[in-house]
């Protein structure tokens, strides 16, 4: 990847760190900008006591908390009240009954004249008033007031004039009764009541005189509650009904009011809460906006940080995704606006998969997989489309598949009819994704919506596939980025410069595929780009068209041109192939990649052949004068071509070599190149340079094995 001019420029002003803030200050901006519209509320031009201009739905999930709360005090109220038995209270009131009416017996058997029937005369009033003050002094008295004051002086008249037999009559009615009423239960609340009831039941009864009056005045004090409200378990209860009661919620999408229908203050107060009113204004959704840039920021931030590359190839790729990534924001944008037409569910149609694919075609997997989440959490605001700062799961699911499934499609990128093709697999993924979204919804749709929905999602895979295809010449031509694909396009034997090399050079030619044979197989053994090294073989030797027959390979059936040049010439001549071949495909706009191998492969090897001829010749000669310009290799791949140009060559020069003389090769050169500082300016390994060679011998010995000797067929009429 090359770096732009106009960035080489801003470069040279700021330093790395500052240069690499500054964009992501600048993506940060831009992401707020394109997100800012979509958080900001859409209210409703609406007043109390209006009718509503239309339906108005809720855009999220929304408590109603006056309505919740009234349906708790509905719980609570219909909690019945709890009553706690009180223990012996029927044994109480027969015992203060049966005791009351034995102090009178025994105040009359003190006195027997008063309801004697020996004497018919009546008593002295002095005689029946000495019998009260006495049957008062004996009266039983309960806790909250004595029977003296509850029962009137006529009362206790009334029960010392009757006789023995009538109280004892009046003391089993009265208890007998009040014990039905008391043994039904009878509350504190109900006391009252419950009296009326004992005297009805009484008076259904005939007594003497005024003992009819006595005995219900006698029932009225004896009897009580038998069950009395108990406070702390009736709240306990309320309290559990309380709790269970659910919150009344208006689910996203419910009518919270009819077309038509008044706004009344409990309505006006929750289109208020949602946000949904005029004279509604937040920070909130911008606040939370700003925070979900920063989440993003941070995040690429992060991921850029810990990224194992050189800062200036660190700093291409965050521009490169920065740019992708706000294409793809504007994409939503543009599909956002189409929404406005009122189609249904279009939003379906965003390509979400062109984030992912391009940026495995130029990049890589990783930051093209960090995009698409980063992305289908965009896709959540853009689409959503309601009154206040919500978010949309299902579009933020779809694009999320959308865009892995487009990754893992993308299984070759050397040619773009794998692009189609996986743009044909994401667009059957998202057809699958819908239908989940659709089917789990619960909503029942028509014929023809699902066509449209089959539709959106077969146009969203396929055009995934268009703009990655249309976007990649525009960015391999504007960051210089040799990706997979424009390198099988560059190993074409119909590229004008191998087919010059062909023509001209043609053992060239071959020894280059050769070389590209080893070289791709040694690259792939160390995670070095083994594709990158088969086309740069292809095209290191390019120079050697220039002058073809000064080289050996190229040299059948004519005499060697060295043989009548002087060292000097031929050293020049030599040379002078590695920076033709590089001004050749300079001249071609080849890739700076390609041009690099070529004019790197030798390095600054020395022209041993040459430099000794010339000392032979006794001639006064320099070791740095032999040696080739360089640079040395600066990346692995040029490093493996510079190893292998040289085993291909040296083998080839042996007639049959064992095994064991290609491994003595490959060392030898291996070893050379080491001693001579060649890799000293590129990052490969003295492991990694073990694998290099034990890769580069099994693709020899497979090239150059042994080969069976057939034998010459027999003349015709000779015996077997």
Same mark, same amino acid.
């Given at each position: 990847?090359?770096?732009?001019?106009?960035?080489?420029?801003?470069?040279?002003?700021?330093?790395?760190?500052?240069?690499?803030?500054?964009?992501?200050?600048?993506?940060?901006?831009?992401?707020?900008?394109?997100?800012?519209?979509?958080?900001?509320?859409?209210?409703?031009?609406?007043?109390?006591?209006?009718?509503?201009?239309?339906?108005?739905?809720?855009?999220?999930?929304?408590?109603?908390?006056?309505?919740?709360?009234?349906?708790?005090?509905?719980?609570?109220?219909?909690?019945?009240?709890?009553?706690?038995?009180?223990?012996?209270?029927?044994?109480?009131?027969?015992?203060?009954?049966?005791?009351?009416?034995?102090?009178?017996?025994?105040?009359?058997?003190?006195?027997?004249?008063?309801?004697?029937?020996?004497?018919?005369?009546?008593?002295?009033?002095?005689?029946?008033?000495?019998?009260?003050?006495?049957?008062?002094?004996?009266?039983?008295?309960?806790?909250?007031?004595?029977?003296?004051?509850?029962?009137?002086?006529?009362?206790?008249?009334?029960?010392?004039?009757?006789?023995?037999?009538?109280?004892?009559?009046?003391?089993?009615?009265?208890?007998?009764?009040?014990? %039905?009423?008391?043994? $039904?239960?009878?509350?504190?609340?109900?006391? $009252?009541?419950?009296?009326?009831?004992?005297?009805?039941?009484?008076?259904?009864?005939?007594?003497?005189?005024?003992?009819?009056?006595?005995?219900?005045?006698?029932?009225?004090?004896?009897?009580?509650?038998?069950?009395?409200?108990?406070?702390?378990?009736?709240?306990?209860?309320?309290?559990?009904?309380?709790?269970?009661?659910?919150?009344?919620?208006?689910?996203?999408?419910?009518?919270?009011?009819?077309?038509?229908?008044?706004?009344?203050?409990?309505?006006?107060?929750?289109?208020?809460?949602?946000?949904?009113?005029?004279?509604?204004?937040? +920070?909130?959704?911008?606040?939370?906006?700003?925070?979900?840039?920063?989440?993003?920021?941070?995040?690429?931030?992060?991921?850029?940080?810990?990224?194992?590359?050189?800062?200036?190839?660190?700093? $291409?790729?965050?521009?490169?995704?920065?740019?992708?990534?706000?294409?793809?924001?504007?994409?939503?944008?543009?599909?956002?606006?189409?929404?406005?037409?009122?189609?249904?569910? %279009?939003?379906?149609?965003?390509?979400?998969?062109?984030?992912?694919?391009?940026?495995?075609?130029?990049?890589?997997?990783? %930051?093209?997989?960090?995009?698409?989440?980063?992305?289908?959490?965009?896709?959540?605001?853009?689409?959503?489309?309601?009154?206040?700062?919500?978010?949309?799961?299902?579009?933020?699911?779809?694009?999320?598949?959308?865009?892995?499934?487009?990754? =893992?499609?993308?299984?070759?990128?050397?040619?773009?009819?794998?692009?189609?093709?996986?743009?044909?697999?994401?667009?059957?993924?998202?057809?699958?994704?819908?239908?989940?979204?659709?089917?789990?919804?619960?909503?029942?749709?028509?014929?023809?919506?699902?066509?449209?929905?089959?539709?959106?999602?077969?146009?969203?895979?396929?055009?995934?596939?268009?703009?990655?295809?249309?976007?990649?010449?525009?960015?391999?031509?504007?960051?210089?980025?040799?990706?997979?694909?424009?390198?099988?396009?560059?190993?074409?034997?119909?590229?004008?410069?191998?087919?010059?090399?062909?023509?001209?050079?043609?053992?060239?030619?071959? @020894?280059?595929?050769?070389?590209?044979?080893?070289?791709?197989?040694?690259?792939?053994?160390?995670?070095?780009?083994?594709?990158?090294?088969?086309?740069?073989?292809?095209?290191?030797?390019?120079?050697?068209?220039? !002058?073809? @027959? +000064?080289?050996?390979?190229?040299?059948? $059936?004519?005499?060697?041109?060295?043989? !009548?040049?002087?060292?000097?010439?031929?050293?020049?001549? %030599?040379?002078?192939?590695?920076?033709?071949?590089?001004?050749?495909?300079?001249?071609?706009? =080849?890739?700076?990649?390609?041009?690099?191998?070529?004019?790197?492969?030798?390095?600054?090897?020395?022209?041993? +052949? +040459?430099?000794?001829?010339?000392?032979?010749?006794?001639?006064?000669?320099?070791?740095?004068?032999? !040696?080739?310009?360089?640079?040395?290799?600066?990346?692995?791949?040029?490093?493996?071509?510079?190893?292998?140009?040289?085993?291909?060559?040296?083998?080839?020069?042996?007639?049959?070599?064992?095994?064991?003389?290609?491994?003595?090769?490959?060392?030898?050169?291996?070893?050379? !190149?080491?001693?001579?500082?060649?890799?000293?300016?590129?990052?490969?390994?003295?492991?990694?340079?073990?694998?290099?060679?034990?890769?580069?011998?099994?693709?020899?010995?497979?090239?150059?094995?042994?080969?069976?000797?057939?034998?010459?067929?027999?003349?015709?009429?000779?015996?077997?």
């Amino acid at each position: 990847m090359q770096t732009h001019p106009f960035l080489l420029k801003i470069r040279s002003f700021l330093s790395y760190r500052l240069f690499t803030n500054l964009l992501f200050v600048l993506l940060g901006i831009i992401v707020f900008g394109v997100l800012y519209g979509n958080v900001t509320p859409k209210t409703l031009d609406i007043h109390l006591y209006e009718d509503a201009p239309t339906t108005i739905r809720a855009p999220k999930k929304f408590v109603d908390e006056e309505a919740t709360a009234k349906k708790k005090e509905e719980a609570k109220a219909e909690v019945a009240s709890v009553y706690t038995p009180k223990e012996g209270a029927i044994d109480n009131s027969t015992s203060l009954i049966h005791s009351l009416l034995e102090s009178v017996n025994e105040v009359k058997s003190e006195n027997p004249q008063a309801g004697g029937e020996e004497d018919l005369k009546p008593p002295s009033t002095p005689d029946l008033n000495e019998q009260l003050k006495l049957l008062k002094a004996k009266l039983p008295k309960d806790k909250n007031n004595n029977v003296t004051n509850s029962l009137s002086d006529d009362v206790l008249k009334t029960l010392l004039e009757a006789s023995e037999d009538d109280l004892s009559r009046v003391e089993t009615i009265v208890s007998t009764q009040m014990k %039905i009423i008391m043994e $039904n239960g009878v509350k504190e609340e109900e006391l $009252n009541e419950a009296k009326l009831n004992l005297e009805q039941r009484i008076t259904n009864y005939s007594f003497k005189g005024d003992l009819s009056t006595a005995a219900v005045k006698l029932g009225k004090v004896a009897i009580e509650p038998t069950l009395y409200y108990d406070a702390e378990k009736t709240d306990e209860l309320k309290k559990l009904a309380e709790a269970n009661v659910e919150k009344v919620e208006i689910i996203e999408g419910g009518v919270i009011v009819e077309d038509g229908e008044l706004i009344t203050p409990k309505k006006y107060s929750i289109l208020k809460s949602l946000g949904m009113v005029e004279d509604t204004f937040s +920070f909130r959704p911008y606040i939370g906006l700003a925070l979900f840039v920063l989440v993003v920021i941070s995040s690429l931030y992060y991921f850029f940080y810990t990224l194992e590359v050189t800062e200036e190839r660190k700093q $291409n790729y965050l521009i490169l995704t920065s740019i992708v990534f706000v294409i793809s924001l504007l994409i939503m944008k543009i599909v956002g606006l189409i929404e406005q037409l009122e189609i249904n569910d %279009i939003v379906f149609i965003f390509p979400a998969a062109f984030t992912g694919m391009i940026l495995r075609i130029l990049l890589n997997e990783r %930051i093209a997989m960090m995009m698409v989440f980063i992305l289908s959490a965009c896709s959540s605001i853009v689409f959503h489309q309601q009154f206040s700062g919500s978010i949309d799961i299902e579009i933020a699911i779809y694009t999320l598949f959308s865009g892995v499934s487009g990754i =893992l499609f993308l299984v070759s990128r050397n040619q773009r009819s794998n692009i189609l093709r996986a743009g044909i697999y994401v667009a059957l993924v998202n057809i699958l994704i819908l239908g989940f979204l659709i089917l789990l919804s619960g909503t029942s749709y028509s014929n023809s919506e699902y066509v449209y929905y089959i539709v959106f999602a077969l146009v969203s895979g396929i055009m995934s596939s268009i703009l990655t295809i249309g976007f990649l010449p525009f960015f391999e031509a504007g960051f210089g980025i040799l990706s997979s694909m424009r390198l099988v396009e560059l190993s074409s034997p119909t590229q004008p410069l191998l087919k010059k090399l062909l023509t001209d050079a043609p053992g060239t030619y071959h @020894h280059s595929v050769m070389v590209a044979n080893l070289a791709e197989a040694a690259c792939e053994a160390i995670g070095a780009n083994g594709l990158l090294a088969r086309v740069g073989c292809y095209y290191h030797d390019v120079g050697k068209s220039k !002058r073809p @027959h +000064f080289f050996i390979e190229n040299q059948l $059936n004519m005499g060697n041109p060295h043989d !009548r040049v002087s060292p000097e010439t031929s050293r020049d001549v %030599i040379i002078s192939h590695a920076s033709d071949g590089a001004q050749m495909l300079r001249k071609h706009k =080849l890739p700076k990649e390609i041009v690099d191998i070529a004019e790197q492969h030798h390095g600054t090897t020395l022209l041993k +052949f +040459f430099y000794y001829k010339a000392k032979e010749q006794g001639k006064d000669v320099k070791e740095e004068e032999y !040696r080739y310009p360089g640079p040395k290799p600066q990346t692995r791949e040029a490093a493996v071509i510079s190893i292998a140009d040289s085993v291909e060559a040296a083998v080839r020069s042996k007639k049959s070599p064992t095994q064991a003389e290609i491994q003595k090769l490959v060392h030898s050169i291996v070893q050379d !190149r080491l001693q001579d500082g060649q890799f000293n300016e590129c990052d490969i390994s003295l492991k990694q340079l073990e694998t290099v060679k034990r890769s580069l011998c099994e693709t020899l010995s497979g090239i150059f094995h042994p080969r069976i000797e057939y034998p010459e067929l027999q003349a015709k009429g000779d015996k077997a």
